[in-house]
């Protein structure tokens, strides 16, 4: 995984994590997350750090999704977590659907 980055998730062990640098929208490289034959449940990467400089401010999360064969969805989400790691905030800002997996769907 890129470095600052870690793999979570209901059963991480079925999925196949790693970084792609032939395949990116910007910069040199992107995460990628591959369902292994079976997978079951859900699994991300995700990034920690401290939000002192974004307190009492407007946060956008912006990223490429690119997808092939959902077999259910597929999505960013952004959550805050106080210091003692209770979950203070969580959007799932956008999907990617079974039923339409070329395109993004915003969260309503």
């Not at 995460?31 to 002192?52: M, T, V, Y």
């Not at 490429?64 to 979950?87: E, F, I, P, Q, S």
């Not at 956008?94 to 993004?104: F, T």
């Amino acid at each position: 995984m890129p470095t600052g980055w870690y793999v979570t998730g209901a059963r991480p062990d079925d999925y196949e994590f790693g970084v792609d640098t032939q395949i990116f929208h910007s910069g040199r490289a992107s995460a990628f997350i591959q369902a292994r034959p079976g997978a079951k449940e859900f699994a991300s990467i995700a990034q920690l750090f401290k939000a002192d400089a974004y307190r009492g401010k407007r946060v956008r999360l912006s990223a490429m999704l690119k997808t092939r064969d959902v077999a259910n969805w597929a999505g960013l989400w952004l959550r805050v977590d106080d210091a003692l790691h209770n979950v203070m905030e969580f959007d799932k800002m956008c999907r990617a659907r079974r039923d339409h997996p070329d395109r993004v769907h915003p969260h309503r």
